[in-house]
């Protein structure tokens, strides 16, 4: 089945480390996307690439690194430099009009 | 700016209730626009969409008319389910910047009880 996915599912940081949340597809999206979701609020990009070893930043990208090395993944790195990392973390790709999103992991710091 | 605004919730109805969830836009240009449902613990899905104005988007029993006139997508479903009880994303789309943003609404979560 095409789709994509994040793991782990649940992540616990301790303050100061960095931690990497994983994203992969095999839709065969060249465009893909990182977004936040904090409790009653609507999703904040924070990064998109549009194709392989390209990313750009986004609305709330302050915190956090991206790479794009392969076209099926796109790893997010919530550094220490992130003063609140605690939310809910979704992936998308880009298809024909509308993004598709992965089932997400939630970061907590500890 | 762009920007989506919906209904704020939570909107609590009875099985089989009629449901109306109001979403309204602000946008340069001709986006697409989207409602996408998230259960609790998992990521969105995407319930239905409209490309074009008039153009009406429907699944699973909702469905959503994208009226220019008025800037309005707002969302319905005649008979309501229990399993129906999510929280809805109302958003629009643009290619703007050299790539389609994604701009969501803060969500609207439905509680149906039996």
């Known amino acids: 089945d095409g789709g994509i996915t994040q793991s782990p599912k649940y992540l616990f940081r301790k303050e100061g480390q960095n931690v990497t949340l994983s994203c992969e597809q095999n839709?065969?999206?060249?465009?893909m996307y990182w977004y936040r979701q904090d409790p009653g609020q609507g999703l904040r990009l924070i990064y998109y690439s549009q194709i392989v070893n390209d990313f750009q930043k986004g609305d709330i990208a302050e915190g956090y690194s991206v790479s794009r090395e392969k076209k099926e993944s796109f790893p997010l790195t919530v550094t220490s430099a992130q003063k609140n990392p605690t939310a809910f973390y979704l992936c998308?790709?880009?298809?024909?009009?509308?993004?598709?999103f992965g089932p997400g992991t939630r970061l907590t710091v500890l | 700016g762009n920007s989506v605004t919906q209904m704020e919730g939570p909107v609590t109805l009875s099985e089989e209730a009629f449901l109306t969830i109001n979403c309204t836009y602000t946008?340069?240009?001709?986006?697409?626009l989207f409602w996408y449902v998230q259960y609790p613990g998992e990521g969105l899905q995407l319930l239905l969409k409209a490309t074009k104005a008039d153009d009406k988007g429907s699944n699973k029993g909702f469905e959503a008319t994208y009226r220019k006139e008025t800037t309005s997508f707002h969302l319905e479903k005649g008979s309501v389910q229990v399993s129906d009880s999510a929280v809805y994303f109302c958003a629009l789309t643009l290619f703007s910047g050299g790539y389609n943003k994604l701009i969501f609404g803060a969500g609207t979560r439905l509680a149906v009880h039996p």
């Open positions: 946008a340069t240009g001709y986006p697409s």
């Open positions: 998308a790709s880009q298809g024909y009009n509308e993004q598709f």
């Open positions: 839709l065969n999206h060249d465009a």
